[in-house]
């Protein structure tokens, strides 16, 4: 079974920095495409950020460009999204999310809030 | 990347037809055959309902059913049934910066 775990997430200062991690398992991670998606509360959802299997193609929102990376690590089954100079627009549910074929989102996360607030 | 526009809420009766809408550009709903669709119950996360515009996942009820016509994307849902009522949400890869794309949501009452 699929299972994809994110944690990491809570309450921080404008300007602080957080570390999403995402844990996978029931499948070949290292095969996979994986993104980072989040919704504001009340809001609809938002792609942020997408790696390739190998980590050589790399993609950010241009909402978070210059203040997110994404990395992940395929020996530990993990994917990851440091975040620094949050903002309180980036108060949202951040979802991770396995790229299958045809590009489509086709396994999700239960998500981790962040809340980015003084 | 601007979103996709859905309409923000449709809603009928249980056992009628719905239809929700997906409107892009040629850069990406009507670009490429990459339009997915996503349900999503308050407090859950989005479950995959129709990938490559039109196919079902296994397990999705063959009451789902997907199209697209130049720009736009359709999801429609027959036989309404009460557990249909969620938020909608389309998606489509796009030729831009950023792959992604997310259609702004659309609210399913069944009345």
């Known amino acids: 079974e699929v299972q994809l775990v994110e944690s990491g997430g809570g309450l921080v200062k404008p300007g602080g920095s957080l570390r999403l991690s995402c844990a996978a398992s029931g499948f070949t991670f290292s095969s996979y495409s994986m993104n980072w998606v989040r919704q504001a509360p009340g809001k609809g959802l938002e792609w942020v950020s997408s790696?390739?299997?190998?980590?050589?193609?790399?993609y950010y929102a241009d909402s978070v460009k210059g203040r997110f990376t994404i990395s992940r690590d395929n020996a530990k089954n993990s994917l990851y999204l440091q975040m620094n100079s949050l903002r309180a627009e980036d108060t949202a549910v951040y979802y991770c999310a396995r790229v299958g074929g045809s590009f489509t989102f086709d396994y999700w996360g239960q998500g981790t809030l962040v809340t980015v607030s003084s | 990347q601007s979103a996709l526009t859905q309409p923000a809420s449709v809603s009928g009766s249980p056992g009628q037809s719905i239809t929700i809408s997906c409107t892009g550009t040629?850069?990406?709903?009507?670009?490429?055959?990459?339009v997915s669709w996503y349900q999503q119950h308050p407090g859950k996360a989005p479950k995959l309902m129709i990938y490559e515009v039109s196919n079902r996942p296994s397990g999705v009820s063959n009451r789902f059913s997907g199209s697209k016509s130049g720009n736009t994307a359709s999801l429609t849902i027959s036989g309404l049934q009460a557990e249909d009522e969620a938020d909608y949400y389309c998606s489509s890869y796009t030729s831009s910066s950023t792959p992604w794309v997310f259609g702004t949501g659309t609210k399913v009452t069944v009345l």
């Open positions: 790696i390739s299997s190998s980590s050589s193609y790399i």
């Open positions: 040629s850069s990406d709903v009507g670009g490429y055959n990459y």
